[in-house]
Each structure stands twice: as C-alpha cells, then as structure tokens.
C-alpha cells in the first residue's frame, strides 16, 4: 500500500531564507506528484504537478524535484515571504490513476 | 473564476440524521472526487467518478453513498450520520482521470460536525 510521508511537520523561518520541504513515497510506480498549498480554513491549491517522466517543474519561487526511483520529491521555495506560510501538501497518483495519496503535510510559518 | 464550488460550507447534524454534500464544477471537468480531511490522517478519498455515469468506491466509502447528476455536479450523501464522520470533506475535479499531466481542483470544503 503507498505511503506518503512529509518531513518536517512544522518548520518556522525568517523571511528571506531559503527552504526544502520534503516528500517520500513507498512504491515507485506512480503516476505523477502534486504539491498544494492549503491555507487555514480553505481548500487546496495546486502548486506544480511533476508527471512520472518528468525530473522537476518550477514556477516562480518554487521549485520541486522528482527521484522516483528513491521515492521522494523535493519542494524548494526561494526567498521566503510571511505570505508562504500555509501547509504544504504532498501527493501522488496511484498507478492505475485513480487516486491522490496523500502526505500529512508540512506547516510553514515565516516571519517577518 | 468560480472553480469547484461546494455547499454547504458548514453543517451540525445529530447521530442519525441524513443529508447530501453538493459540489459543482464549471470547469468542464470530466472526473469528481470526494475527499474527507480528519487531524493526523490527512485527506482520504471517499468515492471518485471517472465520468457521468460511473462512481467508483476510494479508500474510505462506508457510511456514503454518492451521485453523479451530470457531468458538473456531484454529491455525497451521508444516510445515517455518526459522529465519526465528523470531518472536512473536500470535492475536487480533473479534466480526465488518468491523464498524468492533469492536475485536481479542489473546493473550499464542507465542515461537517456530528453530534
């Protein structure tokens, strides 16, 4: 059964800094990866979806990377600002497509 | 841009009651997908469809029942409400489930409380 597992499950910055979150999954054979962001009381947003054939995507800011055969994913935020804090949410599809799996989720705080 | 639209936002139901989750898309959106967020567990999908006309169950689907009324909209239905139940249902959309490059779109939840 795939298991997402999100490492830390909390981390506070100063703003401007550099930081990675982190993404691990059991089973190889997946369809793609997506980041989301959720913040308190909202929904999710998609950040970048990484299809399996596909190394990283980048947007803005962000940038996440995809070592299938490792099972993990790495989502690096560029220059932090008070507004990323949010949590940040791992997941991926299953094989046959059918389902996002997904991590607990890393909550950032980044402080001015 | 409405998105995925769900309703209603917030609900208190006692043991036993029943009531239906409606979620709306205006994407053009093939596949819907009921979600359910509890502390500690993360989000775990309840029931998918993969287009009008087809349900099919997730990880978690006892105690639901779901419909596909066309293809925009799609609901969650909860017969016999228990207090395990109380959680944060999502509703999410795609343009065509197994397509790799297609990302989920997700509505801004139902917080549903069981007493």
């Known amino acids: 059964k795939q298991e997402v597992t999100q490492i830390p499950a909390a981390l506070s910055v100063p703003e401007g800094e550099n930081l990675v979150l982190n993404c691990s999954f059991t089973d190889s054979a997946i369809y793609n990866l997506q980041w989301f962001r959720q913040d308190p009381g909202k929904g999710l947003t998609s950040l970048l979806l990484i299809q399996s054939s596909q190394r990283e995507q980048t947007s803005g800011r962000l940038n996440a990377s995809l070592d299938k055969s490792s099972g993990r994913s790495t989502l690096y935020i560029a220059a932090s600002q008070p507004g990323d804090s949010a949590t940040y949410l791992c997941a991926v599809t299953n094989q046959a497509g059918t389902a996002l799996i997904f991590g607990k989720g890393t909550t950032l705080s980044v402080s001015s | 841009n409405a998105g995925v639209t769900q309703t209603p936002k917030f609900q208190v139901l006692k043991t036993g009651q029943s009531m239906t989750l409606q979620c709306a898309q205006d994407?053009?959106?093939?596949?819907m997908y009921w979600y359910r967020q509890d502390p500690g567990m993360g989000l775990r999908l309840i029931y998918y469809s993969a287009s009008e006309g087809t349900t099919d169950k997730g990880e978690v689907p006892n105690g639901y029942n779901v419909s596909r009324l066309n293809k925009r909209e799609f609901s969650l239905r909860l017969e016999s409400a228990a207090p395990s139940q109380t959680s944060v249902y999502f509703c999410?959309?795609?343009?065509?489930?197994?397509?790799?490059?297609?990302?989920?779109?997700f509505g801004d939840g139902t917080r549903l409380s069981i007493l």
């Open positions: 994407m053009n959106h093939n596949s």
């Open positions: 999410a959309s795609s343009e065509r489930l197994g397509y790799s490059n297609q990302p989920q779109h």
